[in-house]
T-cell receptor, first 113, second 114 residues
Framework: GENVEQHPSTLSVQEGDSAVIKCTYS??????FPWYKQELGKGPQLIID?????GEKKDQRIAVTLNKTAKHFSLHITETQPEDSAVYFC????????????FGSGTKLNVKP | GAGVSQTPSNKVTEKGKYVELRCDPI?????LYWYRQSLGQGPEFLIY????????DSGLPNDRFFAVRPEGSVSTLKIQRTERGDSAVYLC????????????FGQGTRLTVV
């Protein structure tokens, strides 16, 4: 089955700086890659996603890049704010069912004011 | 309601007991998923329903775990003879059922087996 690895496990940045989280996946058939933000005591919330026919996608301060050849994808958050502090998960979508996800182990982002 | 609702939010049970966890998906969503999240880990897939039927139950860890969705809406995850290793947050998600559509997660049920 699919194996998703995520780094780093924790990331601390100063407010206004950029944050980058990286993931790799093993199954070349995966073609949907969402990123979720999870705040304490809440369920994961989709913040951005990318499909395999696109190399980059941007939504305001958040961008995701995908390199299918190398089987890795990254989340970029610019101009970080304290409210960006949370745990972020990458995931790879099952080729037959886009909502059956294989999640990474998570990155705890701390944005210091 | 507006989102996926899970009840209870917290459940403490004794080892060996039976528990039921409930998920109310977003109205009209035909696809429903159960995931399990252990402390410090990402969610792990358990089972997927399309309508009333379990389309994929490959993530259920053993036969103590069972889930139903009799009317294609509310789903119940059932765990028999609970073990301490079952302690985790159980997450439910729903989506409209077509490919390329967003899945919305509930807040989860934190199960603690003592």
């Amino acid at each position: 089955g699919e194996n998703v690895e995520q780094h780093p496990s924790t990331l601390s940045v100063q407010e206004g700086d950029s944050a980058v989280i990286k993931c790799t996946y093993s199954d070349s058939a995966s073609n949907y890659f969402p990123w979720y933000k999870q705040e304490l005591g809440k369920g994961p919330q989709l913040i951005i996603d990318i499909r395999s026919n696109v190399g980059e996608k941007k939504d305001q301060r958040i961008a995701v890049t995908l390199n299918k050849t190398a089987k890795h994808f990254s989340l970029h958050i610019t101009e970080t704010q304290p409210e960006d502090s949370a745990v972020y998960f990458c995931a790879a979508g099952d080729q037959y069912n886009f909502n059956k996800f294989y999640f990474g182990s998570g990155t705890k982002l701390n944005v210091k004011p | 309601g507006a989102g996926v609702s899970q009840t209870p939010s917290n459940k403490v049970t004794e080892k060996g007991k039976y528990v039921e966890l409930r998920c109310d998906p977003i109205s009209g969503h035909t696809a429903l998923y159960w995931y399990r999240q252990s402390l410090g880990q990402g969610p792990e897939f358990l089972i997927y329903f399309q309508g009333t039927g379990a389309a994929d139950d490959s993530g259920l860890p053993n036969d103590r775990f069972f889930a139903v969705r009799p009317e294609g809406s509310v789903s119940t995850l059932k765990i028999q003879r609970t073990e301490r290793g079952d302690s985790a947050v159980y997450l439910c998600a729903s989506s409209p059922g077509q490919v390329n559509t967003e899945a919305f997660f509930g807040q989860g049920t934190r199960l603690t087996v003592v």
